[in-house]
């Protein structure tokens, strides 16, 4: 799609502009180092307010950080998982 609006002969593109510019505000990237993804949630999650204070939230991701601070090299569970884990 960035590459549809960087061509100069077909006129005004907004309505892909404003759809690539939706996504870089309400999207993010996968958490797997390597993947190229990011991950648009389009359901009711869109309306949850964000905050920096811990102390105020009453929602959190569906699974905590590794003990380790970052994703096994090599793990079944987090290999068959990884996407849950990206999303939620």
Not at 36 to 61: C, H, P, Q, W
Request: hydrophobic letters at 30%; zero cysteines.
């Amino acid at each position: 799609l960035e590459d549809n609006v960087k061509v100069q002969s077909t006129g005004e593109v907004t309505v892909i502009e404003n759809f690539l510019t939706f996504i870089d505000e309400n999207s993010h990237r996968s958490g797997t180092e390597g993947m190229n993804m990011n991950y648009l949630e389009v359901g009711a999650s869109t309306f949850i307010r964000k905050t920096d204070d811990e102390s105020s939230v009453n929602v959190g991701r569906w699974v905590p950080p590794h003990p380790s601070g970052k994703n096994p090299v090599f793990s079944p569970v987090y290999d068959r998982h990884r996407m849950s884990f990206d999303v939620f």
